[in-house]
Each structure stands twice: as structure tokens, then as C-alpha cells.
């Protein structure tokens, strides 16, 4: 019987660097098309952790040496992120669908999630983000609105909110896709974190967990099954974690 399926990639198991993440792209690839060639309709989420990590730095570094290069706000650095890691799954999942002669459209959307401007997460940053920064880096930035906390006594971070998702913005373009049959790619790092200011999306200094997200996601297009891939099986930090076997489809 045909499901519809969230499949939610870990960041961490798309690989640490490009060459790594193409690598572990064309192998979920694979995976992937499996469950399409069973008559699944499958929509594919993804992590950024390691991805969004490597963008921040990049732009640190460009703005410690070049005064006209800004350091970018978070909802940019996730935009980024959902481009180039998109544009390497679509490419892995066409080439593998056309490998078995199946002509199957893959689509990315550029997918912002809307969070609670009054949610909890925001009066407390708690996530680090980026490199080390010096007492008097830190200072500066402070004063340019970042919010940053020392780390372990190795100097200080930048730090921003966890918030929960309230809501997928382009949740009916997903709809669309899928309604005309496509594969699609969204909700990429847990989505671009807006809040809404009347008709007006702002991007926020946020992450969003990309298993919330994506299980949001799962329950507002009434998916039949929320499936989570990580790069180490079995493996949850709580105490009360159990194992999940291959066959369990779970409940809405």
C-alpha cells in the first residue's frame, strides 16, 4: 500500500565537508528511490548542523579581514544552507530515479518556518553557532546586536534561540509538488526561522530542530510516516531512548 512518507536526513549524516555530503548524498540517493520505486510518495527534510556551521565561518572569517564583509544573520546563513545542500540531493535523486529508468521531477523549496516571537527560546540563546571570539571581539559584536556567551573558558560564542515551529510558510507550494507528483526538498535545517509582523515575514537569529520541523511538516500534510536517518543508529541522548526496528510505521 502506498505511504506518504517525511524522510528527515541528519546534517551530521550528510557528511562534514562537500566532498564528504556528495558522497553521502548519492547513497541516500539510493535509499530514497527505493521507497519512490515502491509507490511510496516521499518528501525528503534535511539537517545543516555541520553545513551551516561551515557558512558562518566562512563569513567570521571574511568580516575579520575585510571591514565591508558582514557577518550574515542566521536566517541567511540557513537560506544558504537549504541552497547547496537541495541542489546536491535534487541532483542525487535525478540521476539515480533516471538511473532506473524512472522520470520522476525533484523540486528544492526554499522553505521559512514561522516560530513565536514570545516563545521562551529567545529570551535565553542557548544554541553556539560560529567560531571563538576574544572578550573584546566580543564586546564589539555585542554592540552590533549579536548576543554571545563565554564557552568553557575557551573565549566567547555567539549564541542564538531554539525556538519550536508554529508553522511551514510554503507549506501549500509542497502540497502542490506533490499533488503533481514531484519529489520534494524542504524544511531544509529545520527551515528559514520568520516571525510574522502582519503581512510581513522578518528572518530571526533562531535554529529550528529539523526532527520538530520536519515533524510539523509530517502532520500538515497528513503524511503517513515520519522517518529520521542519523549518522550513528540507535543512538539518543535520554535515558529513556529505545530502539525503533526497521518495520515500525508508527502512528499520526
Known amino acids: 500500500m502506498s505511504k506518504k512518507i517525511v524522510l528527515a536526513l541528519g546534517g551530521n549524516a550528510l557528511g562534514d565537508d562537500l566532498a564528504g555530503q556528495m558522497q553521502a548524498v548519492t547513497q541516500t540517493a539510493q535509499a530514497i528511490v527505493d521507497l519512490i520505486a515502491q509507490g511510496h510518495q516521499v518528501v525528503v527534510t534535511h539537517g545543516n548542523g555541520p553545513q551551516v556551521g561551515m557558512i558562518n565561518l566562512a563569513f567570521e572569517a571574511a568580516a575579520k579581514t575585510e571591514a565591508h ?63 571563538f571570539f576574544s572578550a573584546a571581539e566580543a564586546k564589539v559584536l555585542t554592540r552590533q546586536g549579536y548576543t554571545l556567551k563565554e564557552d568553557a573558558g575557551r573565549g566567547y560564542r555567539r549564541v542564538v534561540a531554539s525556538p519550536e515551529p508554529v508553522d511551514i510558510i510554503e507549506k501549500e507550494t509542497v502540497k502542490a509538488l506533490m499533488d503533481a507528483g514531484q519529489v520534494v526538498i524542504t524544511v531544509g535545517g529545520g527551515g528559514i526561522p520568520v516571525v510574522r509582523e502582519g503581512n510581513h515575514l522578518r528572518g530571526v537569529s533562531a535554529v529550528i530542530d529539523k526532527d520538530r520541523a520536519s515533524a510539523r511538516l509530517a502532520a500538515t500534510i497528513d503524511a503517513d510516516m ?27
Not at 546563513?77 to 541532483?91: E, H, K, M, P, T
Not at 542519523?230 to 502512528?251: D, F, L, M, Y
Open 69 to 131: 564583509t558582514p557577518m550574515l544573520p542566521m536566517s541567511v546563513c540557513v537560506a544558504l544552507s537549504q541552497g547547496y545542500i537541495g541542489y546536491d540531493l535534487q541532483n542525487a535523486l535525478r540521476e539515480a530515479l533516471l538511473a532506473r529508468g524512472m522520470s520522476v521531477p525533484v523540486a528544492t523549496v526554499i522553505t521559512q518556518v514561522e516560530v513565536d516571537a514570545a516563545d521562551e527560546a529567545f529570551r535565553d540563546p542557548s544554541k553556539p553557532i560560529g567560531s
Open 226 to 252: 515520519l522517518i529520521i536517518l542519523t549518522a550513528v543508529g540507535k543512538k539518543w541522548p535520554s535515558t529513556s531512548a529505545r530502539p525503533i526496528s526497521s518495520g515500525w510505521t508508527g502512528s499520526r
